[in-house]
Nanobody, 125 residues
Framework: VQLQASGGGLVQVGGSLRLSCIAS????????MGWFRQAPGKEREFVAAVGRRNGPTDYADAVKGRFTISRDNAKNTVYLQMNSLNAEDTAVYYC???????????????????WGQGTLVTVSS
């Protein structure tokens, strides 16, 4: 499985971005998809995850109500819509995939087998 993330960039505080991650795999719908991020000087952290049929979804507390994860299995793509961005959202964002995850493990990066290369989001004031 190869994952290619895109959509990062520079945005002002309060702005929006949509990240995309396309998977090179024949059976995309088998995989739970997640987004993680790593801010400068910090460890990588869970952002959001989505189940195999565009649901259910889980979010980190820091992004609830502002970010929305979704997927389009016909396009082998998972999205992260990010609204009301603030400086604390500045990070490299990674998409990840795993076929065997149970929901209680979605937040834990060590359970994901496949990772994209990351896309940088910079929120400026």
């Amino acid at each position: 499985v190869q994952l290619q993330a895109s959509g990062g960039g520079l945005v002002q505080v309060g702005g929006s971005l949509r990240l995309s991650c396309i998977a090179s795999v024949d059976t995309f719908s088998r995989y739970v998809m997640g987004w993680f991020r790593q801010a400068p000087g910090k460890e990588r952290e869970f952002v959001a995850a989505v189940g195999r049929r565009n649901g259910p979804t889980d979010y980190a507390d820091a992004v609830k109500g502002r970010f929305t994860i979704s997927r389009d299995n016909a396009k082998n793509t998972v999205y992260l819509q990010m609204n009301s961005l603030n400086a604390e959202d500045t990070a490299v964002y990674y998409c990840a995939a795993d076929a065997g995850l149970i929901r209680s493990s979605w937040y834990d990066e060590k359970h994901y087998d496949y990772w994209g290369q990351g896309t940088l989001v910079t929120v400026s004031s």
